[in-house]
T-cell receptor, first 115, second 115 residues
């Protein structure tokens, strides 16, 4: 079982729709969770992070975390063609100690928003 | 936000040679990490670059193959030694100030092709 799993997609949604991206992780002790966006040929950029169960909203983006189910998701409302990119889920296993700051990435989900 | 540069941005190398990649940050940062992203794949952590001491390598990566230096808080190098075509990848440095979760960024990456 991979440590961080994502559906590779591609996920195709029409402009204006809600895109839902999902991620599961295997280490129940994982502490913090991140979503990165990576445009083709570019390096990843941090969109959101979440530590606590529940929802966290930032503009059109909502991160959702369910630690009991070991599941984290990213919702993108009012999707735009400029949102077309690969979305990477990343997990930090340990808030302290030797794993501090280290992220384990999923394989990414390709999102295409079509006009 | 911090400005990160990597040199070279890309290179084509012959099998058996070595290449040193530089990561320069315009401010002091606590944590620097080196990742590899193979074609069509996600990011894999190679090592944590520790200032003033040896790097901490992840499983599957060894110092003889990927020596890392971090002489100060703004600079690190990763050397890919005795290269083979399997080393063809994008190599990225990532920084984190260790305190503010928002302040983590990837460098632009170095695209390496080994013939």
């Amino acid at each position: 079982q991979k440590e961080v799993e994502q559906n590779s997609g591609p996920l195709s949604v029409p402009e204006g729709a809600i895109a839902s991206l999902n991620c599961t992780y295997s280490d129940r002790g994982s502490q913090s969770f991140f979503w990165y966006r990576q445009y083709s040929g570019k390096s990843p950029e941090l969109i959101m992070f979440i530590y606590s169960n529940g929802d966290k909203e930032d503009g059109r983006f909502t991160a959702q975390l369910n630690k009991a189910s070991q599941y984290v998701s990213l919702l993108i409302r009012d999707s735009q063609p400029s949102d077309s990119a690969t979305y990477l889920c990343a997990v930090n296993k340990d808030a302290g100690g030797t794993s501090y700051g280290k992220l384990t990435f999923g394989q990414g989900t390709i999102l295409t928003v079509h006009p | 936000s911090a400005v990160i540069s990597q040199k070279p941005s890309r290179d084509i190398c012959q099998r058996g040679t070595s290449l040193t990649i530089q990561c320069q940050v315009d401010s002091q940062v606590t944590m620097m990490f080196w990742y590899r992203q193979q074609p069509g794949q996600s990011l894999t952590l190679i090592a944590t670059a520790n200032q003033g001491s040896e790097a901490t390598y992840e499983s599957g990566f060894v110092i003889d193959k990927f020596p890392i230096s971090r002489p100060n808080l703004t600079f690190s190098t990763l050397t890919v030694s005795n290269m083979s075509p399997e080393d063809s990848s994008i190599y990225l440095c990532r920084i984190f100030d260790g305190v503010d979760t928002d302040t983590q960024y990837f460098g632009p990456g170095t695209r390496l092709t080994v013939l």
